[in-house]
C-alpha cells in the first residue's frame, strides 16, 4: 500500500506540473496578445496624430461666377500627405456647409475643390501652407461662412469667417 499511495502521490505532483505549466503557458500567450494590441493602438494614434491640419484664413473671392471659397491652410502636424482625394472639405453658409471632393482641375461652379501647396510638388509637407480652392456649384449667399477641412486619419479644422464686404 506505501509504494501505490508514493506512486499516485508522483502521478499527481506530475499532472499538477504541467497542468501548471500549461496554464502559465496560456497566460503568457494571452498577455502577449494584449501587449500587442496596445502596442498597436499607440502606434495608430500616433499617426493620426501626427496628420494634423489647421485652416489659418478664409474667404470668398467673388471674382468667378458663382464666387468660390478659399481657405489656407497649414500642415501642423509631422507627416506629409500627398493623396488629396481623403481629405475632406466642408465649406458654406454657417450650418449649412456642403462637402467638396478633390479634382485638380477644378474650375467654377464645379462642386470641386483643388489643393496647391506652397512649393508646387504635390506633396503637403509639415509646416506648409496650402491654398485650397472650393468651387459651389449655386451662387454663395450668407452672412457667417464655415470652413472644414478632415483628413482621412488625423486632425482636421474648422473656422467661421464673414462673408467679404460688398
Same mark, same amino acid.
Given at each position: 500500500m506505501g509504494f501505490s499511495l *508514493?506512486?499516485?502521490?508522483?502521478?499527481?505532483?506530475? %499532472?499538477?506540473?504541467?497542468?501548471?505549466?500549461?496554464?502559465?503557458v496560456y497566460a503568457f500567450y494571452t498577455g502577449n496578445l494584449?501587449?500587442?494590441?496596445?502596442?498597436?493602438?499607440?502606434?495608430d494614434y500616433k499617426r493620426i496624430v501626427?496628420?494634423?491640419?489647421? !485652416?489659418?484664413? $478664409? *474667404? !470668398?473671392?467673388? *471674382?468667378?461666377s458663382?464666387?468660390?471659397?478659399?481657405?489656407y491652410a497649414k500642415n501642423v502636424g509631422y507627416?506629409?500627405? *500627398?493623396?488629396?482625394?481623403?481629405?475632406?472639405?466642408?465649406?458654406g453658409e454657417y450650418?449649412? $456647409?456642403?462637402?467638396?471632393?478633390?479634382?485638380?482641375? %477644378?474650375?467654377?461652379?464645379?462642386?470641386?475643390?483643388s489643393l496647391s501647396d506652397a512649393d508646387g510638388d504635390n506633396t503637403w509637407e509639415p509646416r506648409e501652407t496650402a491654398v485650397?480652392? $472650393?468651387?459651389p456649384s449655386s451662387n454663395v449667399e450668407g452672412v457667417i461662412f464655415e470652413a472644414k477641412i478632415v483628413p482621412s486619419k488625423g486632425i482636421g479644422s474648422s473656422y467661421l469667417f464673414p462673408a467679404p464686404p460688398s
Open positions: *508514493t506512486l499516485s502521490h508522483i502521478i499527481m505532483v506530475i %499532472a499538477s506540473v504541467c497542468l501548471a505549466s500549461a496554464f502559465s494584449v501587449q500587442n494590441e496596445l502596442a498597436q493602438n499607440v502606434n501626427s496628420l494634423q491640419l489647421e !485652416i489659418v484664413y $478664409a *474667404t !470668398i473671392n467673388s *471674382t468667378t458663382p464666387p468660390h471659397f478659399i481657405i507627416l506629409p500627405l *500627398t493623396d488629396f482625394t481623403f481629405l475632406d472639405v466642408y465649406v450650418g449649412k $456647409a456642403q462637402l467638396f471632393t478633390y479634382n485638380a482641375t %477644378a474650375s467654377a461652379g464645379s462642386g470641386q475643390f485650397i480652392k $472650393a468651387y
